[in-house]
Nanobody, 122 residues
Framework: QVQLVESGGGLVQAGGSLRLACVAS????????MGWYRQAPGKQRELVAA???????NYADSVKGRFTISRDNAKNTVYLQMNSLKPEDTGVYYC????????????????WGQGTQVTVSS
């Protein structure tokens, strides 16, 4: 099975920066799309940013101009550089990836990471 492990979360002051990383491991043939979602207390999980294997990015309006998503295909890793953080950015950030496995019987995968906590203090 494809596993995703996030890192880089923590506590930061408003206006500060954090860089999240997510590493995918397992029997992977190709990762089509990788992205970051977040879930604030009492709110629905929402897409923050995503990037395709072709480098096409998509951002939530609330983070445009502040966050940058990138991926290193050789390392099966996606990053989220978060600048000018605001208290409303607080939440659990989840990595997501979909693609095709390299097992004997190829199959699509759709995997989520465990999540990493991001807390922005005012």
């Amino acid at each position: 099975q494809v596993q995703l492990v996030e890192s880089g979360g923590g506590l930061v002051q408003a206006g500060g920066s954090l860089r999240l990383a997510c590493v995918a491991s397992g029997s992977i043939r190709i990762i089509n799309r990788m992205g970051w979602y977040r879930q604030a207390p009492g709110k629905q999980r929402e897409l923050v940013a995503a990037v395709t294997d072709g480098g096409i990015t998509n951002y939530a309006d609330s983070v445009k101009g502040r966050f940058t998503i990138s991926r290193d295909n050789a390392k099966n890793t996606v990053y989220l550089q978060m600048n000018s953080l605001k208290p409303e950015d607080t939440g659990v950030y989840y990595c997501h990836a979909d693609g095709v496995t390299s097992s004997m019987i190829m199959r699509r995968f759709d995997s989520w990471g465990q999540g990493t906590q991001v807390t922005v203090s005012s």
